[in-house]
């Protein structure tokens, strides 16, 4: 047998640029991945051991496992092999010093903590949160790298919180490298790791004859050489096969995709050569896993455990398998030796291993999910132990790996032999259930047609999943005729039915039918007699009423709230919807507290339901909820939240919802670069959608705002006017008309048209009257200040601009109120009452810096400074070491990164030697500069670095200002 040359040979770029992102992970304290992608054999494996080697030699805690070939439906495989082992001997209280208490969330993916599972459906992003909590634990004391290979055979649910971490990488020195073949399942993934400032991707190519033939080892004659290295292609694998067994190079069949015949028969000859018993374990070894435990192979392999430990010393001799971390664990060389193995053992020998497997992991009690695998591999039709098997691993990992789930329900309906009875309407309904939690909906519909009995909660279901594939006419058809089925006396399920209506004319924007769908839910709730049907009625029908009587909103919602808080939580999962609707109501008529109070219950409740589209929703309401009230930094935290669970949302509705939340706050904010990226996603997202109305107003709505933001107010009107029904915007609603109103007034007045300004800001005062709101009084009278501003009566505006910031403070709004506030100190400025002016601006700074409001901080900076007042520099909010100016106020509007980078070109760094000090890509400083230009006002790296020293010269008369 000849022999490959023990080094890593070729790779060594490649492994210098990991090393490189080992140490830059090192220094900057937070997380990032790597991913390493090539055919099979080309040797990802070996760059990831080689940085393993590296990091281990450093001093970290390194961590590996890999996804299976032929366990691709195991939920959090590769995850389960690299943690499970490390969390097992770690007690609860070790864990709690680390800093790891979802022990619940974990429980589900890691059988180690299976003593810690609860019954409940669980939460996806609440899984992902703690897996994120404990590899940031793991990384406490020593850094972490995480090493996970064949991810293209990952299943679903591995995938996505992978993306997970990818998007909000563990606030510690974590490092995850991932290997895998290319692969459009990863498409998610690889995304989110692009889009990481220090995120990296290897392509490894094949490697050149030069080095193909340095690591054949010396015993390799010249003839035998050139045969290898035609057969090879460049591939180390195959060089490694040919080198042990080597043959002709077109000899043979065919192997696995991609493998070349003389490779496939180099494999076959090598385990011909081993002893029958050796490879009868082996058989027994590749149908128990990968890696594989020995007693589990010797029970697959019919044989003693004494066998078991002979053959497995022969095969690690010969090279076929290896020792894997765990004691009595063994793997396979290479996953195409596992197959090559697997199927030499044959279809019917396997059959029997399953079954053989399935019974010995029953007997020690092992998790209902490797039994299912087993019992998949091995059962007949009508076998009902293995039905049983098969859904409780499914009811087990529904909510957290929905794709599994529908995979092991399909897998036991195939095995059932009634093909029309309850069990199978039953199964049929898990099935489409999972489907949908997956986001499969065209499938999760047939299904859901195939199951469907007539009953109440199919009916809505299919509503619901119809009118989320754009089937709008079809939903209302399924509904009204639901409705017309029902006898006299069925109320409960005409309310709830009517109420679904509700929800899709309200989509559509047929404001009269979705009234009317309310008043005939109502009115069955009432007959109905049941407290909380009538709750969960008013509560919808206070929300529809919020947009034009928020009086009478008023009292239908105490009504609700008062029904709502007689209720267990577990009564009102069904009516998730309308604590939703609740929470808006509460918010459309500034009762913010309760606004709060109605979505965080639903939240909760979602979350226990398993119902990941409303947990998502609720999430993201609650941070609009806190927007409303002027709370950005609440907002902040809830939102990114949101986002992160509606990307695990059954619809793309969901992500499109939360990006909208996400760049409304963003653009609130001033965080120009986030806000148009956020848009932009959401606009991109809006487009893959069925169209409704619904969808094209409210992106057109946040364009608008962010664009408003921006400053192109001209845009921002005719935008939100095309899309809004044309003049007078007749599609926003009264509760939500009040930005829409100031974006119309500036841009009428960008124009020069004051008296389209002045019918905007008399609207604004006629709802404000008929409302009877304060906090739309607020907007009113800072509407009426900008056009009185306009006429030239300063001081009557800046009167005006108080009293909207007095109303918007009596209820909670902090934000509007210190932005009335920083207008009237600029119409006071404009009139020459500098003092007043003076001690406006200076608590509206203070104000809007605590409310991290940085692009109007800004903007009252800027007022004081014309008025010969200097504002002491404020720290950035997100610090960064090296950061250009941190304080200095002209760099105020860029974030901690944009600093850094404003700070390097200032020096006359290149793009190149900006991105190698920050160790970012030299496309994420373009990014970065462009934002810098923008942000700044500038149009080149001289302007740029022209700012950077105002700003420092600025920070440095502060100072000294300061300690005089």
């Not at 490189?20 to 054999?41: C, I, K, N, Q, S």
């Not at 309308?578 to 309760?594: C, K, N, P």
């Not at 120009?672 to 107003?697: F, N």
């Amino acid at each position: 047998m000849m022999g490959l040359v023990g080094t890593l040979v070729g790779r060594q770029a490649e492994l210098e640029a990991l090393e490189a992102l080992l140490r830059a992970t090192h220094e900057a304290g937070t997380g990032t991945f790597a991913l390493v992608a090539g055919d099979p054999g080309i040797g990802k494996s070996t760059l990831s051991a080689s940085l393993a080697q590296a990091a281990e030699e450093a001093g970290w805690t390194v961590l590996a496992g890999r996804a299976a070939e032929f366990e691709r439906e195991l939920p959090f495989g590769a995850l389960v092999d690299a943690l499970d082992a490390h969390v097992a001997g770690l007690d609860r209280t070790r864990l709690a010093r680390m800093g790891v208490e979802r022990l619940e969330e974990l429980a589900a993916i890691l059988p180690s903590l299976e003593a810690h599972a609860t019954p409940t459906a669980g939460d996806r992003h609440a899984t992902h949160r703690a897996l994120r909590e404990l590899l940031e634990g793991v990384a406490a004391t020593r850094p972490l790298l995480l090493v996970l290979d064949d991810l293209h055979w990952a299943d679903p649910a591995t995938v996505d919180v992978l993306a997970a971490l990818a998007r909000r990488p563990p606030a510690a020195r974590v490092l995850v490298l991932g290997g895998h073949r290319p692969s459009a399942q990863l498409a998610p993934l690889v995304s989110a790791v692009q889009a990481l400032e220090r995120g990296t991707l290897v392509r490894l190519a094949p490697l050149s004859r030069d080095d193909a033939a340095a690591l054949l080892g010396p015993e390799v004659t010249p003839a035998e050489r050139d045969a290898i290295l035609r057969a090879a292609g460049g591939n180390p694998f195959f060089l490694e096969q040919l080198a042990r067994a080597p043959v002709a190079a077109g000899a043979g069949t065919a192997g696995p995709a991609g493998v070349p015949p003389g490779v496939a028969a180099a494999i076959r000859e090598e385990l011909e050569a081993l002893a029958d018993g050796t490879r009868a374990f082996l058989h027994g070894a590749a149908v128990a896993g990968e890696p594989f435990d020995l007693v589990l192979a010797a029970a697959a392999a019919q044989i003693t455990q004494g066998a078991a430990t002979a053959a497995v010393d022969e095969a690690i001799a010969a090279g076929v398998v290896q020792e894997a971390d765990a004691p009595g664990r063994f793997a396979f060389r290479h996953p195409l030796v596992r197959r090559a193995v697997y199927e030499a053992a044959g279809a019917g020998w396997r059959l029997g291993a399953h079954d053989r497997l399935r019974r010995a992991l029953e007997a020690l009690g092992a998790d209902v999910t490797l039994i299912a695998h087993h019992a998949e591999g091995a059962a007949a039709v009508g076998d009902d132990e293995a039905i049983d098997v098969l859904v409780a691993a499914a009811d087990r990992v529904a909510a957290r790996a929905p794709d599994s789930a529908a995979h092991w329900y399909g897998a036991a309906l195939r095995l059932l032999t009634d093909v029309t009875g309850e069990r199978r309407r039953d199964l049929l309904a898990k099935r489409g259930a999972a489907l949908l939690t997956g986001g499969h909906l065209e499938e999760a519909r047939e299904v859901l047609l195939e199951a469907d009995a007539g009953t109440l909660d199919a009916t809505v279901g299919l509503a619901q999943v119809e009118t989320w594939l754009g089937l709008d006419d079809e939903a209302r058809a399924r509904l009204e005729r639901a409705i017309a089925r029902l006898g006299e006396d069925e109320h409960r399920a005409r309310a709830a039915l009517e109420l679904q209506l509700v929800v899709l004319h309200e989509l559509n924007l047929r404001t009269h039918e979705a009234g009317a769908a309310a008043r005939r839910a109502l009115a069955a709730a009432e007959a109905a007699e049941d407290p909380v049907v009538l709750g969960a009625v008013r509560a919808l029908f206070a929300d529809v009423l919020s947009q034009s009587d928020p009086q009478g909103a008023a009292e239908i919602l105490e009504a609700a709230m008062e029904a709502f808080a007689r209720c267990e939580d577990a009564e009102l999962a069904p009516w998730l919807q309308s604590i939703w609707a609740l929470g808006w109501a509460a918010t459309h008529i500034e009762r913010y507290d309760d606004g709060a109070a109605l979505f965080d219950r639903g939240l909760r409740i979602a979350r226990l339901a398993g119902d990941p589209g409303m947990a998502a929703t609720l999430q993201v309401d609650r941070a609009l909820c806190a927007l409303r009230a002027g709370n950005l930094r609440e907002c902040w935290t809830l939102i990114d939240d949101g986002v992160e669970a509606a990307r695990l949302a059954p619809s793309r509705r969901y992500l499109w919802w939360a990006l909208f939340g996400q760049a409304l706050s963003l653009g609130r904010s001033g965080d120009e670069g986030r806000a148009r990226a956020a848009l932009a996603e959401c606009e991109a997202v809006a487009k893959t959608l069925p169209p409704h109305p619904h969808v094209t107003l409210w992106t057109g709505y946040v364009r608008a705002f962010v664009l408003a933001g921006l400053g192109d107010l001209a845009a921002a009107f005719e935008g939100l006017e095309a899309l809004a029904g044309g003049e007078g915007l007749p599609l926003v609603q009264n509760a939500d008309r009040h930005y829409a109103r100031l974006i119309a007034i500036n841009a009428a007045l960008g124009r020069g048209d004051l008296d389209e300004a002045e019918h905007w800001a008399a609207e604004g005062e006629d709802w404000a009257a008929e409302s009877g709101l304060v906090g739309q009084r607020g907007w009113a009278l800072r509407g009426r200040a900008i056009v009185t501003a306009a006429q030239g009566d300063l001081a009557a505006a800046a009167e005006r601009a108080i009293a909207s910031g007095e109303a918007f403070a009596s209820v909670g709004i902090v934000l509007e109120a210190e932005r009335s506030r920083l207008l009237a100190g600029g119409c006071l400025a404009a009139a020459g009452r500098r003092d007043d002016a003076v001690k406006l601006l200076l608590a509206a700074e203070q104000a809007l810096y605590d409310a991290g409001a940085e692009r109007d901080r800004a903007v009252a900076v800027r007022e004081l400074r014309r008025l010969g007042r200097r504002v002491a520099p404020r720290a950035a909010a997100e610090p960064a070491a090296g950061a250009a100016g941190g304080a200095a106020d002209g760099l105020a509007p860029l974030s901690a990164r944009e600093r850094e980078v404003a700070s390097l070109v200032a020096e006359g760094r290149t793009n190149r030697e900006v991105a190698e000090t920050l160790f970012l890509s030299q496309k994420t400083v373009e990014t970065h500069l462009r934002n810098i230009f923008a942000k700044l006002g500038v149009t080149s790296r001289t302007g740029v670095a022209a700012a950077v020293e105002r700003g420092r010269h600025e920070a440095a008369l502060a100072g000294s200002s300061s300690a005089g």
